[in-house]
Structure formats: structure tokens, C-alpha cells
């Protein structure tokens, strides 16, 4: 019973370490899947950002639904 332990301490260490090295190497690029000059995340702030406004619209008005004894 105690091999059995060891081995599945073993196991889930290794497929720990393993998921860990995979995750870093994809964070930084190891694996080559990941593009250098890529824009995304990099802002130009040389450039004027547009600007977008919503303006919201009117509230709408709706007949009251509640029945009275008179209907």
C-alpha cells in the first residue's frame, strides 16, 4: 500500500511539473507559437485614441398593467 502512495505522489508531481513547464513556456514564448511583433498589447501613444460617447435614450412610458375591481 505504501508503493502504491509513493507512486501516486510520483505521478501527480510529475503531470504538476510538466502542466508548469508547458504554462511557462507558453507565457514566454518558448515554444515558438507566439508571435514578437504582434500589436496586440501594444498601444501607440503617439496616436490620438478615438473617442466613442453613448448617449443613452429617453426612458419610455408604459401604460400601468394593474387591473382595478372596475374592469
Do not use: N, Y
Not at 502542466?19 to 500589436?39: D, K, N
Not at 496616436?47 to 460617447?53: D, G
Not at 398593467?65 to 374592469?71: E, I, K, Y
Amino acid at each position: 500500500m505504501e508503493r502504491r502512495k509513493l507512486w501516486a505522489t510520483a505521478g501527480v508531481l510529475s503531470i504538476s511539473a510538466f502542466a508548469t513547464t508547458v504554462g511557462l513556456g507558453a507565457s514566454f514564448g518558448l515554444f515558438g507559437v507566439t508571435e514578437p511583433q504582434s500589436p496586440i498589447g501594444h498601444l501607440d501613444t503617439r496616436r490620438p485614441a478615438a473617442e466613442v460617447r453613448v448617449v443613452p435614450s429617453p426612458p419610455t412610458t408604459v401604460a400601468s398593467a394593474v387591473r382595478t375591481a372596475d374592469d
